[in-house]
């Protein structure tokens, strides 16, 4: 039996965001560490380290549908991997990603905030019992809005390991979409480097 590491643990720093996202809300801000600390790691080392040993989301996945068999286990669609979807899922992504921004931009202009975390960009869950009386309206804004990011991809991870293998949510995460554009990116320059001897990670997870 292969020995526990440190990182194989990652999965508590997920629950533990989720948690305390829904006690108070301002623990969204949180959220930033998952979202740049994937891209660093790609920018830097070329490579998709991040996805493959530190994520606790993909490690939660890997938990519940595989360990737990919360999970169907059948093989990933073709079209979940094609880059279209990927690419695709992606844009809608970061376009909605910039909505929630602006809707930040609105409420530092003076429009009101509304308490409530949007699940699944369709569906406002009321989010009352969070105290935000005590921080500017935009702080407390951004931070429903990131969370309810992070919770939406958490509930889409949930239905793709349900459905199919555990880390399924891996294949089209737009995360890791990015991380492997980096990877790639960098690849092609190495090799322009080197003479086409480099060697990286930069399969999907």
């Known amino acids: ?3 526990k590491r440190w990182y194989d643990y990652l999965w508590i ?3 533990t965001y989720l948690a305390l996202g829904f006690f108070n809300i301002l623990f969204g801000w ?11 790691v790609a920018i830097i080392g070329g490579n ?3 996805c493959n040993k530190f994520c606790g989301k993909g490690q939660l996945f890997g938990l519940l549908g595989g360990r737990l068999g919360v999970s169907l286990k059948k ?7 094609s880059h279209w979807f990927r690419y695709g899922f992606l844009t809608f992504f970061m376009v909605m990603f910039g909505v929630m921004v602006y809707s930040t931009y609105l409420v530092f202009a003076g429009a009101q905030l509304q308490e409530a975390v949007t699940l699944l960009w369709v569906f406002k869950l009321p989010w009352n019992w969070t105290y935000t009386a005590f921080v500017t309206p935009w702080v407390a804004r951004f931070a429903f809005g990131f969370y309810g990011v992070m919770l939406t991809s958490t509930v889409l991870g949930l239905v793709s390991m349900m459905l199919f293998r555990p880390r399924t949510w891996c294949v089209w995460c737009p995360m890791g979409t990015m991380t492997q554009g980096i ?3 960098k690849s092609r320059k190495d090799d322009t480097a080197d003479g086409g001897k480099s060697e990286t990670d930069c399969g999907v997870a």
């Open 75 to 81: 093989e990933t669609p073709n079209f979940l991997r």
């Open 183 to 185: 990877c790639m990116l």
């Open 1 to 3: 039996m292969q020995k």
């Open 30 to 40: 949180l959220g930033l560490i998952f979202m740049f600390t994937p891209l660093m």
């Open 48 to 50: 998709k380290v991040y």
């Open 13 to 15: 720093a997920e629950i």
